[in-house]
């Protein structure tokens, strides 16, 4: 939604390339996570985020409180990296931290 | 890694019946959650439940209830369909005050007609 916004909303790669997805917070985000959705519509996660930096394999994300934004960046893009990627940002909502996911930035990775 | 269970995969039903779908996870965490991820792929939480508490409800309509026998099943149950509720609904847990990322299972998709 608005609260959380991301870009691309669409992306297309060549394999073996590097890109870059973003994620804006108009909300007081104290944790962001990555997911990524596959064909088959599953929801998997790849990245919990406090403020600072993580890496796994050819991903890395960031996740910027101050300047409330996180960034997922793919490296040497593969044909199974394609699908749609969310970010979810979580903040305090009375008692309880929720999830405000963004509108999610399609992805397809192409030979 | 499947550790959260939905069933059914996919559901057809017609305006004003109910429905009732199921969601176990063997994660053993303390908290589980109701999605709903419409058409444009928009994923808004309508529900989550922490130690067989209600502690979030997004001004989601009547019809939507939840029912969890014990922390580790979250069943969704809607009196009365719509065709706006004609979505996908995803059930997710994780541990509450860890901070934990939250785990998705596959998800249930609802086509009233």
């Known amino acids: 939604g608005d609260k959380v916004k991301q870009s691309p909303s669409a992306l297309s790669l060549q394999e073996g390339t590097n890109s870059a997805l973003r994620c804006n917070f108009s909300i007081a985000a104290t944790t962001v996570q990555w997911f990524l959705q596959n064909p088959r519509g599953s929801l998997i996660n790849l990245f919990y985020?406090?403020?600072g930096t993580k890496e796994n394999g050819r991903l890395k994300s960031t996740f910027n409180s101050k300047e409330s934004y996180s960034t997922l960046h793919i490296r040497d893009a593969q044909l199974e990296d394609s699908g749609t990627y969310f970010c979810a940002a979580e903040a305090i909502s009375g008692s309880f931290n929720k999830l405000t996911f963004g509108a999610g930035t399609r992805l397809a990775v192409c030979p | 890694e499947t550790a959260v269970f939905q069933t059914p995969n996919y559901h057809v039903t017609q305006v004003g019946n109910e429905v009732s779908f199921n969601c176990k996870q063997t994660?053993?965490?303390?908290?589980m959650y109701w999605y709903k991820q419409d058409s444009k792929k928009l994923l808004k939480i309508m529900f989550s439940?922490?130690?067989?508490?209600?502690?979030v409800n997004e001004t989601v309509p009547r019809r939507f209830s939840p029912q969890s026998s014990d922390k580790a099943h979250l069943n969704l149950r809607i009196k009365s369909v719509e065709p706006e509720d004609s979505a996908v609904y995803l059930c997710?847990?994780?541990?509450?005050?860890?901070?934990?990322?939250?785990?998705f299972g596959p998800g249930t998709r609802l086509l009233v007609l």
């Open positions: 997710a847990s994780s541990n509450w005050g860890d901070q934990d990322t939250q785990y």
């Open positions: 985020l406090v403020p």
């Open positions: 994660l053993g965490h303390d908290t």
């Open positions: 439940y922490n130690n067989k508490q209600l502690i």
